[in-house]
């Protein structure tokens, strides 16, 4: 959310001035719609902005904001990773099997996290090095990385659901530090991470070099290849982070675990002003865009409104978002 | 390096592709003619395998296939209409008709080109849950055997009695149903509806789509939890992955045990719920039994064992019997339904009617 310092907007002719200032307005007006929409639903519903339902919010933001955080990597490249539901069932199915559970007798604790990261790093390494070797789009390598995920996860558990018994690992959902679950807390952490690695490292600089124009990074003697597989690794552990957590806040481990957390995710990322061709936007947008999405849907159970309504709404919501946000002189060419 | 003559280049491309398709059509040909005196192939078609329910529903398809010693072929939907009947097209053809089908179509209109497409092939089929309300088995006899369902209505009334049961006849609840179009969702909530309009008492606070997903239950129930707070007494849910979802939520808040909750399907983790007092009750299907009698069914309409002509309606439409899994009987159901695989008498067709669909 940078825009470019110069000089003073006062010393510049009108017209200069009015676009540096819809420029700013753009890069701030996701939050701005976050604050309106939370104001809206507040006075709908008073209860709405009580710590107990913020921590809720919070709540159900933790699993989206980690998952939305590994897509931004992605898609900042210009790329997209389909493969989240498929390494977050297994994830979910390698913590559920892991720890102490009611199908076998294995009982491993939390050592199942860094496992079950790993399997995710593993996949996203995959996904990289199809797409960068074999030159296939990313759009490709990840649906069928997805389905090949999924179709592991049902073949470890036989099609079947595995309860997690082991109090370690349901304590991640169920305890709370200073009236969050730890869970909120683990989404922080990783929230803090990425911010660091998207500003302090080279492989954050790299993303957006290689999203704003590949063949200039190439030509600057950029690692492409090493930065994307780089990033789709990345991506995938948080993916497969996210497995533990889920398994953690729903206390099993299955394949379809994953089911219909692919749009959302994408959603908040392009909701909150990453542009899906590339090299604009960051993991503080993505943050904005998973809490507008999460609102969303807490505001609408808050509001009572009707859930023949509620699709709809979600949907004309993220067009209003999109709208707000894009920038419609230099975009000249819309795909 | 030869001039390129796109002429030549297409001419020999062509001859490729006729001799490449000869190939395949004699393949094909050659193939099918072996499989018309063997013993029919016996094709389950489900959604998927990523769920418990259907996951049984399989076993008990393989469980029967082995014990009349046919070939077993399972196929899944993945929730695609188009997917899902193409793939019976496809094994139709490759069987050449000699097969039977059990089917869960993925939505109601798809029950009519499955159906044509077995009579046209001469395959004895079943269809079980979803049809449309104008297609029925005797219009196509003798290939379209049977349609199974069970009385969404009747089960969601029962679920709803016994959670208005378990929160004293009084009070607030919230209710989750399934995806809006789908049939058992319609009528689950129409028995919700009735129960509620017989218990004055109880008044239904909110009712929302978590679309028969665990995760979409966990948060909307979270969010209800900030709306009602403590009015809510009991949560109904359509089916038992929006229930267990729910009951997360509401461990979460320190109220799974305390604040009843109720599903459909009769899972492993509902029954253990139900064991553990978190669930008031479920209802299962049995799928062991779905999945092998639904083959068993066609099969012998197939060797001839009885004439689907000469049965009355009652055997070519009608709703099975569920099991209401409560506090009383989930520690025997789980013993015979969920440690161990069910011991069905194959041949036992119609023992498990318990009445003729509704006709709407």
């Given at each position: 959310m940078s825009v470019?310092?110069?000089?003073s907007?006062l010393a510049?002719p009108g017209?200069?001035r009015r676009a540096?200032?819809?420029?700013r307005?753009?890069?701030w007006a996701?939050?701005?719609?976050?604050i309106?929409?939370?104001l809206l639903?507040?006075?709908?519903?008073?209860?709405?902005?009580?710590i107990?339902?913020?921590v809720?919010?919070a709540?159900a933001?933790a699993?989206?904001?980690?998952l939305?955080?590994g897509t931004?990597f992605?898609?900042?490249?210009?790329?997209?990773?389909?493969?989240?539901e498929?390494v977050?069932?297994?994830?979910?199915v390698?913590?559920s099997?892991?720890a102490?559970?009611?199908?076998?007798s294995?009982?491993?604790?939390?050592?199942?996290?860094?496992?079950?990261?790993?399997a995710?790093?593993?996949i996203?390494?995959?996904n990289g090095a199809?797409?960068v070797?074999?030159?296939i789009?990313?759009?490709?390598?990840t649906?069928?990385?997805?389905?090949a995920g999924?179709?592991l996860?049902t073949?470890l558990l036989g099609g079947?659901?595995?309860?997690v018994l082991?109090p370690?690992?349901r304590d991640?959902a169920?305890t709370?530090?200073?009236?969050l679950p730890v869970?909120v807390w683990i989404?922080?952490?990783?929230l803090?991470?990425a911010?660091?690695?998207q500003?302090?490292t080279?492989?954050?600089?790299?993303m957006y070099?290689?999203g704003?124009g590949?063949?200039i990074a190439?030509?600057?003697?950029?690692?492409i290849n090493r930065?994307k597989?780089?990033?789709?690794t990345l991506?995938g552990?948080?993916y497969?982070l996210g497995?533990?957590?889920?398994?953690?806040?729903?206390g099993?481990?299955n394949a379809?675990?994953?089911?219909?957390r692919?749009?959302?995710s994408?959603?908040?990322?392009?909701?909150?002003?990453t542009?899906?061709?590339?090299?604009?936007?960051?993991v503080?947008?993505?943050?904005?865009?998973?809490?507008?999405?999460?609102v969303?849907?807490?505001?609408?159970?808050?509001?009572?409104v009707?859930p023949?309504?509620q699709q709809?709404?979600?949907?004309?919501?993220i067009?209003a978002?999109?709208a707000?946000s894009?920038?419609?002189v230099?975009?000249a060419?819309?795909? | 390096?030869?001039?390129?003559n796109p002429?030549?280049t297409?001419l020999r491309?062509r001859?490729f592709m006729?001799g490449s398709g000869g190939?395949a059509?004699?393949?094909?040909l050659?193939?099918?003619?072996?499989?018309?005196?063997?013993?029919p192939?016996l094709?389950?078609s489900i959604?998927?395998?990523?769920?418990?329910?259907?996951?049984?529903?399989?076993?008990?398809?393989a469980?029967?296939a082995k014990s009349?010693?046919?070939e077993?072929?399972?196929?899944?939907?993945?929730?695609?209409s188009e997917k899902?009947?193409a793939?019976?097209r496809?094994?139709?053809?490759r069987t050449?008709g000699?097969?039977?089908?059990n089917?869960?179509?993925?939505?109601?209109?798809?029950a009519?080109p499955i159906?044509?497409?077995c009579v046209k092939?001469?395959?004895?089929v079943v269809?079980?849950?979803?049809k449309p309300a104008?297609?029925?088995?005797w219009?196509f006899n003798?290939?379209?055997?049977?349609?199974?369902?069970?009385?969404?209505v009747?089960?969601?009334e029962?679920t709803?009695?016994h959670l208005?049961?378990a929160?004293?006849?009084?009070?607030?609840?919230?209710?989750l149903?399934g995806?809006?179009?789908?049939t058992?969702?319609?009528e689950?909530?129409a028995?919700?509806e009735k129960a509620?309009a017989?218990h004055?008492?109880?008044k239904?606070?909110?009712f929302?789509?978590?679309?028969?997903?665990n995760?979409k239950?966990?948060d909307i129930?979270a969010a209800?939890?900030?709306?009602?707070?403590?009015?809510?007494?009991?949560?109904w849910a359509?089916n038992d992955?929006?229930?267990?979802?729910?009951?997360?939520a509401?461990?979460a808040?320190?109220?799974?045990?305390?604040?009843?909750?109720?599903g459909?399907?009769g899972?492993?983790?509902?029954?253990?719920?139900?064991k553990?007092g978190?669930?008031?009750?479920?209802?299962?299907?049995d799928?062991f039994w779905?999945?092998?009698?639904?083959l068993?069914?066609?099969?012998h309409a197939r060797?001839?064992?009885?004439?689907?002509?000469k049965e009355p309606k009652l055997h070519?439409?009608f709703?099975?019997?569920?099991i209401l899994v409560?506090k009383?009987n989930?520690?025997?159901?789980a013993?015979?339904?969920i440690e161990?695989?069910?011991?069905?008498?194959?041949?036992?067709?119609?023992g498990?009617i318990?009445?003729?669909i509704?006709q709407?």
């Amino acid at each position: 959310m940078s825009v470019s310092s110069g000089p003073s907007p006062l010393a510049l002719p009108g017209r200069e001035r009015r676009a540096l200032y819809r420029a700013r307005l753009r890069a701030w007006a996701p939050l701005l719609v976050l604050i309106g929409l939370c104001l809206l639903i507040d006075i709908g519903n008073p209860r709405f902005l009580t710590i107990a339902n913020l921590v809720r919010v919070a709540t159900a933001a933790a699993i989206p904001l980690v998952l939305a955080l590994g897509t931004t990597f992605v898609i900042l490249l210009g790329s997209i990773d389909l493969s989240l539901e498929g390494v977050l069932a297994v994830g979910s199915v390698l913590t559920s099997l892991l720890a102490a559970n009611d199908a076998n007798s294995l009982s491993f604790g939390l050592a199942v996290v860094p496992v079950a990261v790993l399997a995710g790093a593993l996949i996203g390494a995959l996904n990289g090095a199809l797409h960068v070797g074999f030159r296939i789009p990313s759009f490709m390598v990840t649906l069928g990385i997805w389905f090949a995920g999924v179709g592991l996860a049902t073949v470890l558990l036989g099609g079947g659901t595995v309860r997690v018994l082991e109090p370690l690992v349901r304590d991640v959902a169920l305890t709370r530090v200073l009236d969050l679950p730890v869970l909120v807390w683990i989404a922080l952490a990783v929230l803090l991470l990425a911010w660091v690695i998207q500003e302090y490292t080279p492989l954050g600089r790299y993303m957006y070099v290689i999203g704003g124009g590949e063949d200039i990074a190439a030509l600057s003697g950029i690692p492409i290849n090493r930065t994307k597989v780089a990033v789709f690794t990345l991506a995938g552990a948080f993916y497969g982070l996210g497995g533990v957590m889920a398994a953690a806040q729903l206390g099993v481990g299955n394949a379809m675990i994953g089911d219909g957390r692919l749009f959302p995710s994408v959603t908040a990322v392009v909701v909150g002003g990453t542009s899906l061709i590339g090299g604009e936007g960051g993991v503080l947008n993505s943050l904005v865009g998973v809490m507008i999405v999460t609102v969303l849907a807490n505001g609408l159970v808050l509001l009572g409104v009707s859930p023949y309504l509620q699709q709809a709404i979600q949907g004309l919501m993220i067009i209003a978002a999109v709208a707000v946000s894009i920038d419609r002189v230099r975009s000249a060419i819309v795909k | 390096m030869a001039r390129y003559n796109p002429a030549m280049t297409a001419l020999r491309r062509r001859s490729f592709m006729i001799g490449s398709g000869g190939l395949a059509l004699a393949a094909t040909l050659g193939r099918n003619t072996g499989l018309a005196a063997d013993k029919p192939v016996l094709v389950n078609s489900i959604r998927s395998l990523t769920n418990p329910y259907h996951a049984t529903w399989n076993k008990g398809g393989a469980a029967f296939a082995k014990s009349v010693g046919c070939e077993y072929v399972t196929l899944v939907t993945e929730g695609n209409s188009e997917k899902g009947i193409a793939d019976i097209r496809a094994i139709l053809a490759r069987t050449n008709g000699n097969m039977v089908l059990n089917v869960d179509p993925n939505d109601s209109p798809d029950a009519r080109p499955i159906v044509e497409a077995c009579v046209k092939a001469g395959a004895h089929v079943v269809t079980q849950w979803n049809k449309p309300a104008d297609l029925h088995p005797w219009d196509f006899n003798p290939y379209y055997v049977a349609h199974i369902s069970f009385d969404g209505v009747r089960y969601g009334e029962e679920t709803a009695n016994h959670l208005i049961q378990a929160i004293g006849g009084k009070g607030g609840i919230v209710a989750l149903g399934g995806i809006l179009s789908n049939t058992p969702a319609i009528e689950r909530k129409a028995g919700l509806e009735k129960a509620l309009a017989a218990h004055p008492d109880v008044k239904l606070l909110d009712f929302q789509v978590a679309e028969w997903l665990n995760t979409k239950a966990h948060d909307i129930v979270a969010a209800w939890i900030t709306r009602f707070g403590s009015d809510i007494k009991g949560v109904w849910a359509a089916n038992d992955d929006m229930g267990t979802g729910a009951l997360e939520a509401l461990r979460a808040e320190g109220l799974a045990g305390k604040v009843p909750v109720t599903g459909i399907d009769g899972i492993k983790l509902a029954v253990d719920a139900v064991k553990a007092g978190e669930f008031a009750a479920t209802v299962s299907w049995d799928p062991f039994w779905q999945g092998a009698m639904g083959l068993s069914i066609p099969y012998h309409a197939r060797i001839g064992a009885f004439d689907p002509t000469k049965e009355p309606k009652l055997h070519r439409e009608f709703y099975g019997t569920g099991i209401l899994v409560t506090k009383e009987n989930a520690d025997a159901f789980a013993k015979e339904h969920i440690e161990s695989d069910p011991n069905l008498d194959f041949n036992d067709l119609w023992g498990r009617i318990s009445g003729p669909i509704r006709q709407s």
